[in-house]
C-alpha cells in the first residue's frame, strides 16, 4: 500500500496505519497457528 502524496485529511492517517498494524497482528497469529499446527 503506497499512501505517499496529498492526503486531504490528516485525520486518515492514525485510521490507515491502525488498518495496517491489525493486519499485521492477524498474520503473525495466524502466522503463530501454523507454526504450532503444521499442515
Known sequence: ???MGN???KS???LQAFYVNQ???DFH???M???KYPI
Open 1 to 3: 500500500m503506497h499512501i
Open 7 to 9: 492526503i486531504p485529511n
Open 12 to 14: 486518515a492517517l492514525p
Open 23 to 25: 493486519q499485521l497482528v
Open 29 to 31: 497469529g495466524f502466522y
Open 33 to 35: 497457528l501454523y507454526k
